[in-house]
């Protein structure tokens, strides 16, 4: 696609439920990454992706985080047993050239509200 | 680690007004890069300005500039002819040369042209 493609855009669940979010990032980016953006700060790494390996996965909070790129394309992150905590916009990025070099392409989020 | 800090939370201005935009981080690092990006109401991170920390030279791109002292650890962004389109959240952010632990984000700064 044109652009990094992220699904769904809202997403309401109740706590202690399991949510997948989904990207799409631009065709043949290598990098991609997570962040997650909560209400009046700046987005925080969560986990970058160079292919299909987690080159570092440091910045997920615990382990009810996880994240899958199977193929080397479309990620999902998969939240486990969510908490109200977990409530944000989480955002996807892509780059041709991996981290600290090229420009990352952004998504517009997935709103995620935990209630 | 790497700190940013963005120390006005918000700024308004009149239409066609020059505003400056503050940032300041800490590291250790000596190769590194430093990105303003544009947050508009659609969520979407959209790149405005790139600095190779190994670069003198002022990055500079249309109607937006930066000051860049590294002495001081100083990352300014200067938005000339400033238009209602730049209305938007700005985050400054840095990455290490290395690449480790991702782009670290300051806490943003909500910019108001007004008409």
């Known amino acids: 696609g044109a652009g990094v493609s992220q699904t769904p855009s809202n997403k309401v669940t109740e706590k202690g439920k399991y949510v997948e979010l989904r990207c799409d990032p631009i065709s043949g980016h290598t990098a991609l990454y997570w962040y997650r953006q909560s209400l009046g700060q700046g987005p925080e790494f969560l986990i970058y992706f160079q292919g299909t390996g987690a080159a570092d996965d440091s910045g997920l909070p615990n382990d009810r985080f996880f994240a899958v790129r199977p193929e080397g394309s479309v990620s999902t992150l998969k939240i486990q047993r969510t908490e109200r905590g977990d409530s944000a916009v989480y955002l996807c990025?892509?780059?041709?050239?991996?981290?600290?070099?090229?420009?990352?392409?952004f998504g517009e989020g997935s709103r995620l509200t935990v209630l | 680690a790497q700190t940013v800090t963005q120390s006005q939370p918000e700024m308004s201005v009149q239409e066609a007004e020059t505003v400056t935009l503050s940032c300041t981080y800490d590291t250790s690092e000596s190769n590194y890069y430093l990105f303003w990006y544009k947050q508009p109401p659609s969520r979407q991170m959209i790149l405005v300005i790139r600095q190779e920390a190994y670069k003198q030279q002022n990055a500079t791109e249309n109607r937006f500039s930066v000051n860049f002292q590294k002495a001081a650890k100083s990352f300014s962004l200067k938005i000339s002819d400033s238009q209602l389109g730049d209305t938007a959240m700005y985050f400054c952010?840095?990455?290490?040369?290395?690449?480790?632990?991702?782009?670290?984000f300051g806490k943003g700064t909500h910019l108001i042209i007004q008409p």
């Open positions: 990025a892509s780059s041709l050239l991996g981290r600290g070099t090229g420009e990352l392409f």
């Open positions: 952010a840095f990455i290490a040369g290395g690449g480790a632990d991702g782009l670290t």
